[in-house]
């Protein structure tokens, strides 16, 4: 079984953008391409995505984004099951965090993956409490 990362939005963002942290998405990807990794992003996240495109770029962006990301060997995760649900409001109850980024969180735990971030402020805190694992990708 390959290991699993669980992408947040900065660092789908950060991949997007061609910001810094691109090349450790980019690795990512291709292992998953090649079966080494599995890579994670729950629609949550993706819809985040999509609203930042759409604020900045207009409804033809973020589309072309969709569209983008579809192709990528990531795996969108849908549900939100009750481990998720209880893993993800636990986060939230317990640290500042958004409730979108207490889903990132969750989602690792719940798939014993790593999470994936550019996001210091939000996850510093939870992965000094051991509640998560972190890839800093910027």
């Given at each position: 079984?390959?290991?699993?990362?669980?992408?947040?939005?900065?660092?789908?963002?950060?991949?997007?953008?061609?910001?810094?942290?691109?090349?450790?998405?980019?690795?990512?990807?291709?292992?998953?391409?090649?079966?080494r990794v599995d890579?994670?992003?729950?629609?949550?996240?993706?819809?985040?995505?999509?609203?930042?495109?759409?604020?900045?770029?207009?409804?033809?962006?973020?589309?072309?984004?969709?569209?983008?990301?579809?192709?990528?060997?990531?795996?969108?995760?849908?549900?939100?099951?009750?481990?998720?649900?209880r893993e993800a409001?636990?986060?939230?109850?317990?640290?500042?965090?958004?409730?979108?980024?207490?889903?990132?969180?969750?989602?690792?735990?719940?798939?014993?993956?790593?999470?994936?971030?550019?996001?210091?402020?939000?996850?510093?805190?939870?992965?000094?409490?051991?509640?998560?694992?972190?890839?800093?990708?910027?």
């Open positions: 079984m390959e290991p699993v990362f669980v992408l947040d939005s900065s660092a789908l963002l950060a991949y997007l953008y061609g910001e810094p942290g691109r090349e450790r998405v980019e690795d990512l990807l291709l292992r998953a391409t090649e079966g890579i994670r992003l729950h629609r949550i996240h993706l819809g985040e995505i999509y609203y930042v495109l759409y604020r900045k770029g207009g409804e033809k962006i973020a589309e072309a984004m969709l569209s983008d990301v579809s192709g990528l060997p990531i795996r969108l995760e849908d549900r939100i099951s009750p481990a998720l649900m409001a636990k986060i939230k109850a317990s640290y500042r965090v958004s409730y979108a980024d207490a889903f990132a969180a969750g989602l690792a735990k719940v798939r014993a993956g790593t999470l994936a971030s550019c996001d210091h402020t939000e996850f510093e805190p939870l992965e000094s409490a051991s509640e998560v694992t972190l890839l800093w990708v910027r």
